[in-house]
């Protein structure tokens, strides 16, 4: 059992910056996969980033490309999302999720296993 607990949301203007973490309770955080989605209100949770165990290799959504980074400290057992250059769109409840099945990076909710109770970003224009 994984517990995974978001922090670091709230409200920034466009073009600003923040930072999102997210704290694993497992020691074998190391041997996850993890993942950040997003939901905004009256939508589908979507895909955001997704890096490999080692945090080595990564995968983003077009929509976050170039601006948004995400990196994993195992050391810490947390992962981060950085946000650049936030646009009005970027709106939503984020979400962290841990996957101990697949091994690779995956777009797919359906993949991880683990969530997080997720923290608001809002963004305004």
């Known amino acids: 059992q994984v517990q995974l607990v978001e922090s670091g949301g709230g409200l920034v203007q466009a073009g600003g910056s923040l930072r999102l973490s997210c704290a694993a309770s497992?020691?074998?955080?190391?041997?996850?996969?993890m993942g950040w989605f997003r939901q905004a209100p009256g939508k589908e949770r979507e895909f955001v980033a997704a890096g490999s165990r080692s945090g080595g290799f990564t995968v983003y959504a077009d929509s976050v490309k170039g601006r948004f980074t995400i990196s994993r400290d195992n050391t810490k057992n947390t992962m981060y999302l950085q946000m650049d250059s936030l646009k009005p769109e970027d709106t939503a409840v984020y979400y962290c999720a841990a996957d101990e099945r697949m091994g690779v990076p995956s777009k797919s909710r359906w993949d991880y296993d683990y969530w997080g109770q997720g923290t608001q970003v809002t963004v305004s224009s």
């Open positions: 497992a020691r074998t955080f190391s041997s996850h996969v």
